[in-house]
């Protein structure tokens, strides 16, 4: 089955710069990749997403690229702002199921 | 339109007795996921529903968790014999088809004393 490890497990910025998640997967048929923002207290919500079709794709100041060969993608957040500041979680899709396989997430907090 | 609801949205129990929480997902959503996530924690598959598909129980901690979908619409999740570590919250998602954004609910707080 897909195994999604997501890194770093914490993350501390100044505001104003970027931050950047990883996580790897291991089905190489994946095809979705999904990423939620959890702010404290709340239900996580979809930011961006991709699929396997594509290398990247752009939303303001979020982005998420994708490297199929490698197997991971990344959610890129330029010009951070305390209000990004939450639990971020990406997510692959497993190719037998189309179930998602959540990463265990990453806690980015911004400074102002 | 609605999005997915939850009840209740906070229980609190008494070790050993059982509980039912219960979701409604979008109307027309064929997929549904339930989710345990302990404070701090990440989100823990529970039990994922497809269409008319068996569901995927693999998440299942133990026998004392149980689950089902009524009509491809409503989804209920059983806990027998409540023990403290089941405290978390639990979170129900729905989809509209496979591998689609999922729309979580609001997520019902238990509590087992």
């Known amino acids: 089955g897909e195994n999604v490890e997501q890194h770093p497990s914490t993350l501390s910025v100044q505001e104003g710069d970027s931050a950047v998640i990883k996580c790897t997967y291991s089905?190489?048929?994946?095809?979705?990749f999904p990423w939620y923002k959890q702010e404290l207290g709340k239900r996580p919500q979809l930011i961006i997403d991709?699929?396997?079709?594509?290398g990247e794709k752009k939303d303001q100041r979020i982005a998420v690229t994708l490297n199929k060969t490698a197997k991971h993608f990344s959610l890129h957040i330029t010009e951070t702002q305390p209000e990004d500041s939450a639990v971020y979680f990406c997510?692959?899709?497993?190719?037998?199921?189309?179930?998602?396989?959540f990463g265990a997430g990453t806690r980015l907090a911004v400074h102002p | 339109g609605a999005g997915v609801s939850q009840s209740p949205s906070n229980k609190v129990t008494e070790k050993g007795k059982d509980v039912e929480l219960r979701c409604d997902p979008i109307?027309?959503?064929?997929?549904l996921y339930w989710y345990r996530q302990s404070l701090g924690q990440g989100l823990e598959f529970l039990i994922y529903?497809?269409?008319?598909?068996?569901?995927?129980k693999s998440g299942l901690p133990s026998d004392r968790f149980s689950a089902e979908r009524t009509g491809g619409s409503v989804s209920t999740l059983t806990i027998q014999r409540t023990q403290q570590e089941d405290s978390a919250v639990y979170l129900c998602?729905?989809?509209?088809?496979?591998?689609?954004?999922?729309?979580f609910g609001p997520g019902t707080r238990l509590t087992v004393t």
């Open positions: 109307s027309g959503h064929t997929a």
């Open positions: 998602a729905s989809s509209r088809d496979r591998a689609y954004e999922q729309y």
């Open positions: 991709i699929r396997s079709n594509v």
């Open positions: 529903f497809q269409g008319n598909s068996a569901p995927d």
């Open positions: 997510a692959a899709s497993e190719s037998r199921s189309d179930k998602l396989i």
């Open positions: 089905d190489s048929a994946s095809n979705y």
